[in-house]
Antibody
Framework: QVQLVQSGAEVRKPGASVKVSCKPS????????IHWVRQVPGQGLEWMGW????????NYAQRFQGRVTLTRDTSISTAYLELSSLKSDDTAVYYC???????????????????WGKGTTVTVSS | DIVMTQSPLYLPVTPGEAASISCRSN???????????LDWYLQKPGQSPQLLIY???NRASGVPDRFSGSGSGTDFTLKISRVEAEDVGVYYC?????????FGPGTKVDIK
């Protein structure tokens, strides 16, 4: 069964950093990109970035550039999101999601988020 | 950035009746391959989002056939042919054309 297991809830003070983990199972870790998406309480979904677990290559949403770092440890098949200089409005649930794919017209790949973790709640409060 | 809008934002439904959600983008989501890069996700209460529809009209694995997606370019629709109690939650459209993926604000579907 394919699943993404995320680390537990975290509480941090403003200005601190937090590191959230995401451990896939049921498939080859290096075979699929991992997205990170957050949801501020009572609000919608916001894409933060993705990581290629095979190469370590990353792509970040511009608004998080300089504050977010996506990494992975292939030895333990785990992806990480680290967010620094935390502010109160970073209080959110952080999800990891697998980038699934479908071959289209035998030429293009269409990508989607087909498996999601249960989310990690990060609370930023003084 | 591509901006996604949805309507309505709240949709009370009667079980067994049909429901429809509209999603619009401020730029065309039509790829050069002829397909529109638009997904639909459902977030049930207390759960993570789950993929319902990808590439505007393709049901994800395990999604009941009462769900259907249509549209192209900038206008898309998600239809539920006969709503069931388990369909309650917030439905999000998301554009997948640009790497800065953006979601709509969500449509909350609830039982009357």
């Amino acid at each position: 069964q394919v699943q993404l297991v995320q680390s537990g809830a975290e509480v941090r003070k403003p200005g601190a950093s937090v590191k959230v983990s995401c451990k896939p199972s049921g498939y080859t870790f290096t075979g699929y990109y991992i997205h990170w998406v957050r949801q501020v309480p009572g609000q919608g979904l916001e894409w933060m970035g993705w990581i290629n677990p095979k190469s370590g290559g990353t792509n970040y949403a511009q608004r998080f550039q300089g504050r977010v770092t996506l990494t992975r440890d292939t030895s333990i098949s785990t992806a990480y999101l680290e967010l620094s200089s935390l502010k109160s409005d970073d209080t959110a649930v952080y999800y990891c999601a697998r980038r699934g794919q479908r071959l289209v017209l035998r030429t293009y790949y269409y990508y989607y988020m087909d498996v999601w973790g249960k989310g990690t709640t990060v609370t930023v409060s003084s | 950035d591509i901006v996604m809008t949805q309507s309505p934002l709240y949709l009370p439904v009667t079980p067994g009746e049909a429901a429809s959600i509209s999603c619009r983008s401020n730029q065309s989501l039509l790829h050069s391959n002829g397909f529109s890069y638009l997904d639909w996700y459902l977030q049930k209460p207390g759960q993570s989002p789950q993929l319902l529809i990808y590439m505007a009209s393709n049901r994800a694995s395990g999604v009941p056939d009462r769900f259907s997606g249509s549209g192209s370019g900038t206008d898309f629709t998600l239809k539920i042919s006969r709503v069931e109690a388990e369909d309650v939650g917030v439905y999000y459209c998301m554009q997948a054309l640009q790497t800065l993926f953006t979601f709509g604000p969500g449509t909350k579907v609830d039982i009357k």
